[in-house]
């Protein structure tokens, strides 16, 4: 398995503008979870799903942010708009199992909003 | 109070050190605990879970002490290619949530 997969590796965006960051789980993981990592803050769970349902989502900062998992392999994270604030990296990463069980972590997206 | 804290170091020791990271989390339900290997500008990886009776792989040792709700990951012999950020991951109670700490950064010099 080719690992999770996250697109684009980078993004440089003006501030107003929509981002769509994606990320392809490995097969048959039921779990995946959206974290921003920043300097300041570290990681952060945004979100995270269990068989493609929204389970909790309270580490979304605002309205701004969206996530959807329409189907076992695929998930979008989008911003709408984008602030200089959201830059940061954005990690997906997928587990087999609850609890327990270690996460596996895409290559990373690197937001910059300009 | 942060519910994974960890000192951000960073920790410089020459090769061949001993060096000890501790971690403390908040909530005393906590089921499941890791350690994560951070390098630069890339994904964290997982280096090794965390029992209740501690365990070792190789070089490294991860000890959970419950009482006083901290885990401590040791290094032995430290190689230049142990130079990274370790992160202090907890599985939040009653939840699938992993939350991580904010890492310790270790510099291995020759």
């Known amino acids: 398995d080719a690992g999770v997969i996250q697109s684009p590796r980078h993004e440089v965006t003006e501030m107003g503008q929509e981002v769509t960051l994606r990320c392809k789980p490995i097969?048959?993981?039921?779990?995946l979870f959206w974290y921003r990592q920043t300097m300041m803050r570290g990681l952060e769970l945004l979100i995270y799903?269990?068989?493609?349902?929204?389970?909790?989502d309270s580490g979304m900062p605002e309205d701004r942010f969206s996530a959807k998992m329409p189907n076992a392999s695929f998930s979008t994270l989008k911003i709408q708009p984008s602030e200089p604030r959201d830059s940061a990296v954005y990690f997906c990463?997928?587990?087999?199992?609850?609890?327990?069980?270690?996460?596996?972590f895409g290559q990373g997206t690197r937001l910059t909003v300009v | 109070r942060k519910e994974v804290e960890q000192d951000p170091g960073p920790f410089n020791v020459p090769e061949g050190a001993t060096v000890a990271f501790n971690c403390t989390y908040s909530?005393?339900?906590?089921?499941?605990f890791f350690w994560y290997r951070q390098d630069c500008r890339k994904e964290p990886k997982l280096l090794m879970s965390?029992?209740?009776s501690g365990n070792e792989d190789g070089r490294f040792t991860a000890q959970l002490n419950r009482a006083s709700q901290y885990i401590s990951l040791l290094i032995r012999d430290s190689k230049l290619s142990d130079s990274a950020t370790y992160l202090c991951?907890?599985?939040?109670?009653?939840?699938?949530?992993?939350?991580f700490g904010t890492g310790t950064r270790l510099q291995v010099f020759p």
């Open positions: 990463a997928s587990s087999l199992e609850r609890r327990g069980t270690e996460a596996f």
């Open positions: 965390v029992y209740s």
């Open positions: 097969s048959g993981h039921d779990y």
């Open positions: 799903f269990n068989n493609n349902v929204p389970i909790d």
């Open positions: 991951v907890v599985n939040k109670a009653g939840t699938d949530k992993l939350i």
């Open positions: 909530n005393s339900a906590s089921q499941s």
